[in-house]
C-alpha cells in the first residue's frame, strides 16, 4: 500500500541484513538436515530384508513391498525438502545481489534444483499415486460443475 506521498510502507522493505539472515538460516537448515536420521541418504541406508517379517506367507511379501514404497518415497520427498531450502537460499541471493552478481554453478544448481522440483510436482508423476502414474486428466472427462441450482440467478 502506498503512503500519502505515494512511497511503499517502511514496513513492507526488505534489507539487506534481512535477506542475508535468511539465508544463513537456510543454510543452518540444511546442516541440521544433513546431520540429523532424515537425511535423505540415511534414510536410503535404512532397508529391512524380505525374510525380517517371516517366510512363506503372502502378508510377510506385501508388508516388505509396502515398507520399501514407503522408504523409498520418504527418501525422495527428504530430497526435495533439502534442494528446496537450498534452492530458498540461492533464490535469496540473487534476490540480494542480482542475477548478474552471482556465480555461474550457483545459477546452474539453482536451474536444476527448480527443474528437479518441478518434475517432482506435476500431477502425473509416478509417486506411488493410486492411479498408477497416469496423467487422469486426459483419460478422464472434466466432471460437470453444473448442480442445477443457479442460486437464485437466471
Do not use: C, W
Not at 60 to 78: D, F, I, N, Q, W
Amino acid at each position: 500500500m502506498a503512503g500519502p506521498n505515494g512511497g511503499g510502507k517502511k514496513d513492507l522493505e526488505v534489507g539487506d541484513v534481512t535477506l542475508q539472515s535468511f539465508r544463513t538460516r537456510m543454510q543452518e537448515l540444511l546442516t541440521e538436515l544433513d546431520k540429523s536420521p532424515a537425511q535423505h541418504r540415511k534414510i536410503g541406508e535404512q532397508k529391512i530384508t524380505a525374510d525380517a517379517y517371516g517366510q512363506g506367507f503372502g502378508a510377510a511379501t506385501a508388508l516388505h513391498g509396502s515398507y520399501e514404497k514407503v522408504r523409498s518415497r520418504l527418501e525422495e520427498l527428504t530430497r526435495v525438502f533439502g534442494e528446496t531450502i537450498e534452492g530458498m537460499g540461492i533464490a535469496v541471493h540473487i534476490a540480494d545481489k542480482g542475477y548478474a552478481g552471482v556465480d555461474i554453478e550457483e545459477k546452474e544448481r539453482f536451474e536444476a534444483i527448480q527443474k528437479r522440483v518441478d518434475e517432482h510436482g506435476r500431477p502425473n508423476a509416478t509417486h506411488g499415486s493410486a492411479d498408477g502414474g497416469k496423467d487422469v486428466t486426459k483419460t478422464q472427462p472434466p466432471a460437470s460443475t453444473d448442480t442445477g441450482d443457479s442460486g437464485g440467478f437466471s
